[in-house]
C-alpha cells in the first residue's frame, strides 16, 4: 500500500521558517520523481516544486524561487521542503505526491497544515 505521510506544518509567523518532511512507503520512492503541492482555502490546488528521483535537478513555481528548498533522502524514503521568508499567502495544506510536475494531491493525501499569521 502506498503511503505519504506528511509532518511538520504549524503556526508561524511572516517572516519565519518551516521544514516539511514526507515519509513514503509502499513503492521504490528513490525510483520516482517527487512534487509538493499546495491548496489554499476556498481555492484549487497548485504545484509547488518538483525534484528528479536521484535530486539532481529541482523546479520551483517562479513565485516561490528563493525562499522554498527541496530535497530528498533516498536512503530514509523521505522528502523535504524549507520553507523560509514565510508569507501569509503561503497559508495552505501542503501535499507530497509522485511526480516532478504534480498539480493535484494524491488521492487520500492527509497533507499538513502551514498557516502564516501574525
Known amino acids: 500500500e502506498v503511503q505519504l505521510v506528511e509532518s511538520g506544518g504549524g503556526l508561524v509567523q511572516p517572516g519565519g521558517s518551516l521544514r516539511l518532511s514526507c515519509a513514503a512507503s509502499g513503492f521504490p520512492f528513490g525510483s520516482y520523481a517527487m512534487s509538493w503541492v499546495r491548496q489554499a482555502p476556498g481555492k484549487g490546488p497548485e504545484w509547488v516544486s518538483g525534484i528528479t528521483s536521484g535530486g539532481t535537478k529541482t523546479y520551483y513555481r517562479d513565485s516561490l524561487k528563493g525562499r522554498f528548498t527541496i530535497s530528498r533522502d533516498n536512503a530514509k524514503n523521505t522528502l523535504y521542503l524549507q520553507m523560509n521568508s514565510l508569507k501569509p499567502e503561503d497559508t495552505a495544506v501542503y501535499y507530497c505526491?509522485?511526480?516532478?510536475?504534480?498539480?493535484?494531491?494524491?488521492?487520500g493525501g492527509q497533507g499538513t497544515q502551514v498557516t502564516v499569521s501574525s
Open positions: 505526491a509522485p511526480g516532478v510536475f504534480t498539480t493535484t494531491p494524491p488521492p
